[in-house]
């Protein structure tokens, strides 16, 4: 073909050793809580230095700045992609990766890469807790939405909540509803099953640890909850998706029995 070389697949190097490469259960959770606007899961990973930890990730380049380079990139646009679906704008979240990585590109030592790397994290996650808190158009109700979100794992009641924003409960839930679309409890319900989803997906946590985690009275109780908001059980929800990183909108369809080209 005009003197071009032939394509031949890349071999092995029989003298490089081969890297254990861990599970990207703890990855795609920390992508996952950035995009569900996660701040406390953020900056507890940030905070344990989790982006640093090279140990079973995979060696892109001998040279460790050079590395971890690599791996920032690609976490830039991993975050992108789970931002976007999470409702983030292309223009944006694509926006702030660029930018991110500029300004990695002008580290010069691991220590700044890292900075730069939760400061993108803390970015876009913070992005994505107002973006949804914008359902709300009173002040009460997106501090309620805030409340909710710090306090996920907690058995929040709807007294705790009203007078953590110093309001009655009636009043909570009556501008609640008409702001939302739904009740203060399902609304709560519904952000459970959501943290619990990504904890099926991406983590081996048995049912009775998520429920305990979601401060669920028991296990049944979690799974009858699971099994209304989500139309099948934790199991059938795990067997189908777990570690199905790449089409997270495909619940959708497979809970209602639509085909993804379905309409």
């Known amino acids: 073909m005009n003197g071009a070389k032939a394509w031949k697949p890349l071999e092995a190097d029989g003298e490089r050793e081969v890297t254990s490469h861990r599970e990207p259960g703890e990855e795609f959770l920390f992508y996952r809580s950035v995009a569900e606007g996660m701040i406390d899961a953020v900056q507890e990973n940030c905070s344990r230095g989790a982006f640093e930890n090279m140990e079973g990730v995979g060696q892109l380049s001998e040279d460790r700045v050079t590395n971890l380079r690599y791996h920032f990139v690609v976490t830039a646009a991993m975050l992108a992609r789970f931002c976007m679906e999470g409702g983030m704008a292309m223009e944006e979240a694509f926006g702030l990766s660029d930018e991110y990585i500029r300004r990695m590109d002008c580290c010069t030592n691991m220590a700044e890469i890292v900075y730069v790397h939760d400061q993108m994290a803390l970015d876009y996650v913070c992005r994505m807790r107002n973006l949804k808190k914008r359902i709300a158009s009173s002040k009460q109700v997106a501090e309620a939405i805030d409340y909710i979100y710090v306090h996920i794992m907690d058995r929040i009641t709807i007294q705790e909540l009203a007078s953590a ?99």
Request: charged content about 20%; hydrophobic content about 35%; aromatic content about 12%.
């Open 165 to 263: 924003i110093s309001i009655s409960p009636a009043h909570l839930s009556r501008i609640f509803k008409q702001e939302t679309g739904i009740s203060v409890s399902e609304y709560i319900r519904q952000r459970k099953i959501d943290m619990a989803k990504n904890l099926l997906r991406f983590s081996d946590y048995d049912f009775a640890d998520i429920a305990a985690m979601l401060s669920y009275s028991s296990q049944s109780h979690f799974i009858q909850h699971f099994r209304t908001q989500m139309g099948m059980t934790p199991k059938a929800y795990r067997d189908r998706n777990y570690m199905n990183n790449w089409n997270v909108n495909r619940e959708s369809f497979t809970s209602s029995g639509q085909s993804p080209s379905a309409p």
